[in-house]
């Protein structure tokens, strides 16, 4: 059993991991910029470069497109009840599906990289509906 009386940690310690992730947040920032992706956009190529086949097939340009592609038809057609409402959602996995098929990425790898745009979508339908009002 965890207590968290078993957690002493101290200011510095707290410091120093707050550190270690803005760190990482910069790195991230960084990576983006040196590939030419926002940050959106960024967030769909990791999604889609999870798969090794599909980066050995299409290669990091076509990736690149990939992600720029569907961020910006998904932007596009974020709505508030994204996260809420099916048919919402169908309307995206259909955009999905099409770029990536334009694009050639591999059919048998689909579902689990179409599974992963669809959570980077939900988390940033939310910052998009915002950000449109």
């Known amino acids: 059993m ?3 009386s078993d957690c ?4 510095a310690e707290i410091i120093q991991e707050l550190i270690r ?3 990482e947040i910069n790195a991230a920032d960084k ?17 889609l470069e999870t798969n090794d086949s ?4 299409l290669g990091d340009e076509q990736l690149r497109s990939i992600a720029r592609e569907i961020a910006d038809k998904v932007r596009k057609n974020a709505t508030i009840d994204f996260a809420i409402k099916e048919t919402a959602r169908a309307r995206i996995m ?3 599906r099409r770029i990536l098929n334009k694009y050639g990425y591999p059919p048998d790898k689909q579902p689990i990289a179409i599974e ?3 959570k980077q979508a939900q988390n940033l339908a939310d910052v998009w509906t915002v950000d449109s009002e």
Do not use: C, K, P, Q
């Open 54 to 57: 599909a980066v050995s097939v």
């Open 94 to 96: 259909v955009i999905v």
């Open 116 to 118: 992963l745009v669809m």
């Open 2 to 4: 965890f207590y968290l």
């Open 31 to 47: 990576r983006g910029e040196a590939m030419g992706l926002s940050e959106d956009e960024l967030a769909f190529y990791d999604a």
């Open 8 to 11: 002493n940690l101290t200011t």
């Open 21 to 23: 992730i803005a760190h």
